[in-house]
């Protein structure tokens, strides 16, 4: 009887072992997953504002490249203004504007009634497109392309900080020198000065100078558009004047012929 009842209490301290073990490794298995998922998580958690970075890419093209392109100027991939090092270029891309309220993702053709669903879409789905390694955030950049200024216009109203404005001016000398070294040439050192003008030099709290003073592309267009109206407006009637002053100078040599011939008197028989 005695070793009946200790092979019983032995079965069960067997089972009561076992069930504990069982327990512990399932839980070290849910704690192990749980910490892959986070590290996962934390891999796909981008610092970089997406918004400012596409303000920061906007005033590129309409600010700076007009005029690189004038200057047929390749810029470097080693400049931070280069598109390779925008680190939303590739999505942003693959943006699909069809109407007013319908947006198109150009990876999976999913439509959108606003952008900025499509944002979270590329945040959540294609996340993996993104090249975090070799990209950079545009948005650092902010501070010296005036981004605000563009994205609110309420910011130009703001009380100046001397300290932070002289970061700003800092990073965009050296954007201009990184991006466009004097010494590489006329193209480079005509650039330079531009760059200066349009974005660094309004790095004060004065206010006397405003940034983008050499215009952008759009007011080039605005500019030929309306040089373009006004001279369809004022060409017809270039040509009514042409032909009114070139009826009236018909109209004076027929009258100065007919003069002559009423003026001469018959001679006599």
């Known amino acids: 009887m005695k070793n009946m009842t200790s092979l019983f209490i032995s ?18 298995i849910f704690a192990a997953s749980r910490t892959l998922l986070q590290e996962e998580e934390h891999a796909h958690e981008v610092h970089c504002s997406r918004e400012r ?14 005029f ?48 900025k669903f499509l944002d979270q879409h590329f945040d959540n789905r294609h996340y993996n497109l993104l090249n975090v390694s070799g990209s950079k955030c545009l948005a650092d950049l902010c501070g010296a392309l005036h981004c605000d200024t563009v994205m609110n216009a309420q910011s130009s109203k ?14 965009c000398e050296g954007l201009a020198n990184s991006c466009f070294p004097s ?3 006329p193209s480079a050192h005509r650039l330079n000065e531009l760059f200066l003008h349009q974005f660094c030099h309004s790095h004060t709290c004065s206010g006397k100078q405003k940034p983008f003073s050499r215009g ?6 605005v500019f030929y558009l309306a040089i373009s109206i006004l001279t369809l407006m ?36």
């Not at 890419?57 to 007009?66: D, F």
């Not at 703001?158 to 990073?171: E, G, I, S, V, Y």
């Not at 952008?216 to 267009?221: E, L, P």
Request: glycine fraction near 4%; hydrophobic fraction near 30%.
């Open 53 to 66: 970075s596409r303000a920061a890419w906007k005033i590129i093209e309409e600010y700076l490249m007009p």
């Open 11 to 28: 079965i069960l301290f067997l089972l009561l072992f076992s069930s504990s073990a069982q327990k512990n490794q399932d839980s070290e």
């Open 234 to 269: 004022l060409l017809p009637i270039f040509y009514v004047i042409v032909y009114l002053h070139q009826r009236e100078m018909r109209k004076g040599t027929q009258e100065l012929r007919r003069i002559p011939k009423v003026g001469l008197k018959k001679k006599p028989s």
């Open 183 to 185: 010494d590489q040439g």
């Open 68 to 115: 690189v392109k004038k200057e047929c100027y390749e810029i470097s991939t080693k400049c931070r203004l280069h598109p390779d090092n925008d680190l939303f270029r590739d999505q942003e891309q693959y943006k699909i504007h069809l109407d007013i309220n319908e947006w198109q993702c150009g990876y999976c053709k999913k439509s959108f009634r606003a952008e």
């Open 216 to 221: 952008g592309q759009k007011q080039v267009h």
């Open 158 to 171: 703001k009380k100046c900080n001397p300290a932070a404005t002289a970061r700003n001016h800092h990073l």
